[in-house]
């Protein structure tokens, strides 16, 4: 799928059509002088195991909707990759975890399409080892399902996101 998504219409400031954005990054009006910078965003991602399975959800909505996928999201601002994974679980599966829970994995990018823009993202990657299989989803609007998956047992092709199948290949299978 193409990241290149021209979401403009019309310069933001002085509403012309002479404008670049290139590489879905940079937007430039020829007119005005406008710059604006589509940065990364920054999203963190859980990687809950027991045993020798890893807890993944069903997405509910798009992008992906009805694939395999991480609890987790986005970073607001003023906030740590620590925190956000923690209030993250909590909305998500009603979990409290705190930051000591959390073992470091690596970060991957990864291309966001959601209503035809084109957010690059930055994923984060924790790991928490859980006791026991018992969990329950907070944000049925979110989820479809949880799904304890063995690890000899992960089809890469059901994960929506290219970041998390790069991790959980590259990592965990």
């Known amino acids: 799928m193409s990241t290149e998504t021209n979401f403009f219409k019309f310069c933001p400031n002085c509403a012309s059509t002479n404008f670049t954005y290139d590489n879905n990054f940079k937007f430039h009006c020829q007119d005005c002088d406008f710059v604006l910078y589509h940065n990364i965003a920054a999203a963190v991602a859980v990687i809950f195991t027991f045993e020798d399975k890893i807890l993944f959800t069903v997405r509910n909505v798009n992008p992906d909707k009805g694939k395999l996928d991480l609890p987790g999201g986005f970073i607001d601002p003023n906030e740590t990759a620590e925190?956000?994974?923690?209030?993250?679980?909590?909305?998500?599966?009603?979990?409290?975890?705190?930051?000591?829970?959390?073992?470091?994995?690596?970060?991957?990018?990864?291309?966001?399409?959601?209503?035809?823009?084109?957010?690059?993202?930055?994923?984060?990657?924790?790991?928490?080892?859980?006791?026991?299989?018992?969990?329950?989803?907070?944000?049925?609007?979110?989820?479809?399902?949880?799904?304890?998956?063995?690890?000899?047992?992960?089809?890469?092709?059901?994960?929506?996101?290219?970041?998390?199948?790069?991790?959980?290949?590259?990592?965990?299978?």
């Open 83 to 173: 925190e956000a994974a923690c209030r993250e679980i909590k909305e998500e599966l009603g979990l409290t975890i705190t930051s000591d829970n959390l073992s470091y994995v690596t970060t991957f990018p990864n291309n966001y399409i959601y209503r035809n823009v084109a957010y690059r993202t930055m994923d984060i990657f924790y790991e928490c080892a859980l006791k026991g299989e018992s969990i329950a989803i907070a944000a049925q609007d979110e989820i479809q399902e949880l799904v304890w998956i063995k690890r000899d047992e992960i089809d890469l092709n059901n994960i929506g996101f290219i970041s998390i199948r790069n991790v959980i290949k590259s990592k965990y299978i």
